[in-house]
């Protein structure tokens, strides 16, 4: 649901946050500017953030900073530990996976799609049970996925035909240039809802800020939800368009 200012403003006690897109660039440090926003707005808001990847990779390109991590779309939650100065585990959800029937299924698209020519493996294979299709490989160049598809018009007529190979999985048009794979029953909406149930937040006292918004973007199942969605489409902005909370 998109954020309405004249109506749910004054409402929020909780702050979720997508990380890359959102905070930063793409799997890059998280900005000193970025860093003066959250501190700002933690003393009022409890903040969370709800990301693609694992907890701990998230709170390494954050610079360790102080906030609690549901990571894998749901499958883990850590909570930042201030005595330690690192995360505390809650929980680590592990789903199987047929990797050869996976292995198998990437070749098969990317042979359809063209994509034959790639660094490093075929498909990355999460501990989780997550799944990884690296159009440009596992071992790709940083500079190489971020221009492959930013604006997910290569990737998202392909969608509709990797998920109907992919039935038991939720596919998302994620990053620059792949495909991301969830069990059935983790995706960003239902994490956060099962996040409120367990801490007492209603729906309506929540704000998601997030950028991948659109046709299988990882935060679309937030945006089509109840949960009040603020939408960012340049990280930059990130900071100007926190201020109407503070």
């Given at each position: ?33 970025a ?18 990847g694992?907890c ?22 850590s ?15 592990i ?33 989780s ?15 190489d ?34 495909f ?46 109840d ?16 201020k109407?909370?503070?």
């Amino acid at each position: 649901m998109l954020f309405d200012p004249a109506l749910q403003k004054n409402k929020f006690r909780l702050l979720a946050f997508d990380l890359d897109g959102t905070l930063t660039q793409h799997k890059s440090p998280l900005e000193d500017e970025a860093r003066r926003t959250l501190d700002a707005l933690g003393k009022k808001y409890k903040l969370l953030m709800v990301g693609a990847g694992r907890c701990e990779r998230i709170f390494s390109q954050m610079g360790g900073y102080p906030i609690d991590i549901i990571g894998n779309y749901g499958m883990e939650f850590s909570e930042y530990d201030p005595s330690s100065g690192g995360l505390r585990e809650v929980f680590s959800h592990i789903a199987p996976c047929e990797r050869e029937t996976m292995e198998a299924r990437i070749t098969a698209l990317r042979e359809q799609f063209g994509f034959t020519e790639f660094a490093g493996d075929n498909v990355e294979f999460h501990a989780s049970g997550c799944v990884t299709f690296p159009i440009l490989g596992t071992k790709a160049q940083l500079a190489d996925k971020l221009v492959f598809d930013p604006d997910r018009s290569r990737r998202r007529p392909l969608l509709p035909i990797v998920q109907a190979a992919n039935p038991e999985y939720n596919v998302f048009v994620g990053g620059t240039s792949s495909f991301d794979m969830t069990p059935r029953e983790y995706d960003k909406y239902q994490a956060l809802d099962r996040y409120c149930k367990e801490y007492g937040y209603a729906h309506d006292e929540v704000l998601f800020v997030g950028d991948d918004f659109g046709a299988g973007g990882n935060d679309e199942a937030v945006y089509v939800s109840d949960i009040a969605f603020l939408p960012i489409t340049d990280y930059r902005t990130f900071p100007e368009f926190m201020k109407q909370f503070l």
